[in-house]
């Protein structure tokens, strides 16, 4: 009984204990709701600052005295009647922007010109417009490209990084902002029709070969590669290959550098009046042959080997222009080809009537030559001349080779005063893709310049002759099915080429020349010896029949 007497009492103290315990719980969040804003005062008066309830749209220097105790009860509902007239620092459209200019003069403090680099010996150097690489290197000794400080923070050339840092790349001779040049990835992913479910991993420009293995029928005589830039200076839209801003662009497998597409002759046409010298306008198909274009220009003879036509874009690969600017068909549409391949090309590399040499030993005491000289004039300003070379009329032309290549100057013969191709050289190192070592089959193999027969037949087991990749598509000393392919047959002992080269083939003729004459001289002399023998045995004969008795 009086167990249960004490349990009934502790359970009616339970409800005032736990009253009491909310009282006293309630009593503590007053407090602290008291004390917090005096606290936060107290704090804002030792910081030096005062938190208003609302933002500030216009802070002053000071703390606010009198903070606005909340948002404005009836905001604007229309924009304001006078806006800033001040332009937006980034525009929506990339097209609207101006275009990019150098400055006059501005100081280079990149590299080893930046004050506080401390390899710098003479800190940031002046520049006037847009300097050449040999400027650029004394900076940044890893220049590939030239380029300028512009003129305004944001213009058109600018893309990626580079927008909005008052900077640019620049062509020197024209003094132009440009956009970046193009680069292909180290490393990408080709989804392209067969490969759109597994991905072919490629690295920097592929061969024609990796590409038709996702694409079959790929027939476009360039590879492509995707680029670390999404627009960027060998992007040329054409008919139904959009490239701008989309991240690729077309390159060369052995140079591993970017492009822009090959130049493509319309299907048809028209030549206006102010195309034609002889002022009457025409239509044309493809590349014409010379009879059709002497419609239009009466200059072309049936001796000429190429035409021109207008082209499916408007910049393309083979565009260049003339030295002295007379002829520029860059981002002009037209373009020289050949009627007989029906392939548009570079024209063909012409001397200068007169050019000066102001090179080696000539720097000082300059030597004006005309045309194509021979070795022997060269030798005078170059000891180590191996063959003729002169300037080009155009900057860049056909003839050029890897060492020439849009120079303004290219080997030539001095008979024609034409251009020449260089002698073929070896890659230095390149890969083998024949036989086993072919794409798609098995593992490239990787050489270095003239290789040995038995280095060749790790790949190919039924070769029997070295060859190796040349450095230029085209050269002299390629024969056969070799001319224009990038390769040439080449002995593994002299690394030089294995057949015999046009001036051999002059040296063998002249060779040929004297002996035969020799020849023929001892054939001439012993042909008179023989009959003045003759006839001395004759005037014997009848000599001793004079002399007989009766």
Same mark, same amino acid.
């Given at each position: 009984e009086r167990e249960r007497e004490r349990e009934r009492v502790e359970d009616n103290r339970t409800p005032d204990r736990f009253a009491a315990h909310s009282r006293a719980k309630g009593s503590a969040m007053k407090m602290m709701v008291m004390i917090f804003p005096i606290v936060g005062a107290l704090i804002g008066v030792v910081s030096g600052q005062t938190t208003s309830h609302a933002p500030t749209h216009a802070p002053t220097h000071a703390p606010t005295h009198a903070p606005t105790r909340a948002p404005t009860h009836q905001p604007t509902h229309v924009p304001t009647p006078n806006p800033t007239s001040v332009p937006t620092a980034a525009p929506t459209h990339h097209s609207q922007l101006p275009d990019c200019a150098c400055e006059m003069t501005w100081v280079n403090s990149d590299g080893l010109c930046d004050i506080e680099n401390p390899a710098s010996d003479y800190g940031g150097i002046r520049m006037r417009g847009c300097p050449a690489l040999s400027e650029l290197t004394l900076c940044d000794v890893d220049a590939r490209?030239?380029?300028?400080?512009?003129?305004?923070?944001?213009?058109?050339?600018?893309?990626?990084?580079?927008?909005?840092?008052?900077w640019a790349y620049c062509n020197p001779k024209s003094g132009e902002a440009e956009l970046p040049p193009c680069t292909c990835k180290s490393r990408w992913h080709n989804t392209d029709k067969v490969c759109q479910n597994k991905s072919m991993s490629l690295g920097g420009c592929p061969t024609l070969e990796q590409i038709r293995l996702c694409d079959p029928d790929y027939d476009v005589v360039q590879p492509w590669c995707e680029t670390n830039e999404a627009r960027c200076k060998e992007q040329e839209d054409g008919p139904g290959d959009t490239m701008e801003g989309m991240g690729w662009a077309y390159c060369d497998a052995d140079t591993q550098i970017t492009e822009l597409p090959a130049c493509e002759c319309q299907s048809s046409w028209w030549a206006s009046s102010s195309d034609c010298s002889s002022g009457v306008g025409s239509t044309f198909f493809a590349c014409p042959s010379t009879k059709a274009i002497q419609s239009c220009d009466k200059a072309y003879t049936s001796d000429d080997e190429q035409t021109w036509c207008m082209t499916t874009r408007n910049r393309c690969r083979e565009q260049t222009v003339k030295d002295d600017g007379t002829e520029d068909m860059r981002n002009d549409t037209w373009a020289y080809c050949n009627p007989a391949t029906g392939v548009a090309e570079r024209p063909d590399c012409a001397c200068k009537d007169n050019w000066v040499h102001a090179e080696n030993k000539c720097a000082a005491n300059?030597?004006?030559?005309?045309?194509?000289?021979?070795?022997?004039?060269?030798?005078?300003?170059?000891?180590?001349?191996?063959?003729?070379?002169?300037?080009?009329?155009?900057?860049?032309?056909?003839?050029?080779?890897?060492?020439?290549?849009?120079?303004?100057?290219?080997?030539?013969?001095?008979?024609?005063?034409?251009?020449?191709?260089?002698?073929?050289?070896?890659?230095?190192?390149?890969?083998?893709?024949?036989?086993?070592? +072919?794409?798609? $089959?098995?593992?490239?193999?990787?050489?270095? %310049?003239?290789?040995?027969? !038995?280095? #060749?037949?790790?790949?190919?087991?039924?070769?029997?002759?070295?060859?190796?990749?040349?450095?230029?598509?085209?050269?002299?000393?390629?024969?056969?099915?070799?001319?224009?392919?990038?390769?040439?047959?080449?002995?593994?002992?002299?690394?030089?080429?294995?057949?015999?080269?046009?001036?051999?083939?002059?040296?063998?003729? +002249?060779?040929? $020349?004297?002996?035969?004459?020799?020849?023929? %001289?001892?054939?001439?002399? !012993?042909? #008179?010896?023989?009959?003045?023998?003759?006839?001395?045995?004759?005037?014997?004969?009848?000599?001793?029949?004079?002399?007989?008795?009766?």
């Open positions: 490209h030239s380029y300028c400080e512009t003129n305004t923070t944001h213009c058109k050339q600018q893309y990626g990084s580079l927008l909005g840092q008052k300059r030597l004006i030559i005309e045309g194509c000289p021979t070795k022997s004039v060269l030798l005078r300003c170059d000891y180590t001349a191996e063959e003729s070379w002169c300037d080009t009329t155009f900057v860049s032309c056909k003839q050029q080779n890897h060492k020439s290549d849009e120079s303004g100057w290219s080997y030539c013969d001095p008979e024609t005063n034409m251009g020449e191709y260089g002698l073929c050289e070896c890659e230095d190192t390149w890969y083998n893709r024949a036989g086993s070592c +072919a794409p798609g $089959v098995g593992q490239e193999m990787s050489l270095r %310049g003239c290789p040995t027969v !038995a280095e #060749l037949r790790i790949c190919d087991p039924a070769q029997d002759t070295a060859w190796c990749q040349s450095k230029d598509k085209r050269c002299k000393g390629q024969v056969g099915n070799e001319v224009g392919q990038g390769w040439f047959a080449c002995d593994s002992e002299t690394q030089n080429h294995a057949g015999k080269t046009n001036s051999d083939i002059k040296v063998a003729i +002249a060779t040929s $020349v004297v002996v035969t004459f020799m020849f023929c %001289g001892l054939l001439v002399c !012993a042909a #008179l010896y023989a009959a003045r023998q003759y006839r001395y045995d004759i005037y014997s004969y009848y000599a001793g029949i004079d002399t007989l008795p009766a």
